[in-house]
Nanobody, 124 residues
Framework: QVQLVESGGGLVQAGDSLRLSCAAS????????MGWFRQAPGKGREFVSA????????FYVDSVKGRFTISRDDAKNTAYLQMNSLKPEDTGVYYC?????????????????WGQGAQVTVSS
């Protein structure tokens, strides 16, 4: 069965860093686009970042550019999101997702598989 499991969330203060991990199984990880989305309380799911399966091209929402870095290790079937200089507005549940191919990697409907989510809370 397909499984995506996020880990590495937690409670931190503004300016701190966290590294989220997404362990994948049950599909050909190296052939999939991997993405990260987040959802704040009372808001919809927001695109954060994505990384392509060939060449490693990356995409970021403007609000996290320069602070977050997405990466992947195909040998370990794992995607990562390094989050630096965290702000209170980064607070939310972060979801890992996988797409076989995308025309727009920021659109949630492009993704076939989703993890259970990891809570990230940033206090001021």
């Amino acid at each position: 069965q397909v499984q995506l499991v996020e880990s590495g969330g937690g409670l931190v203060q503004a300016g701190d860093s966290l590294r989220l991990s997404c362990a994948a199984s049950g599909f050909t990880f190296s052939s999939y686009v991997m993405g990260w989305f987040r959802q704040a309380p009372g808001k919809g799911r927001e695109f954060v970042s994505a990384i392509k399966y060939m060449g490693g091209r990356t995409f970021y929402v403007d609000s996290v550019k320069g602070r977050f870095t997405i990466s992947r290790d195909d040998a370990k079937n794992t995607a990562y999101l390094q989050m630096n200089s965290l702000k209170p507005e980064d607070t939310g549940v972060y979801y890992c997702a996988a797409a076989q191919k995308t025309s727009d990697s920021s659109w949630p409907r492009e993704y076939s598989y989703w993890g259970q989510g990891a809570q990230v809370t940033v206090s001021s």
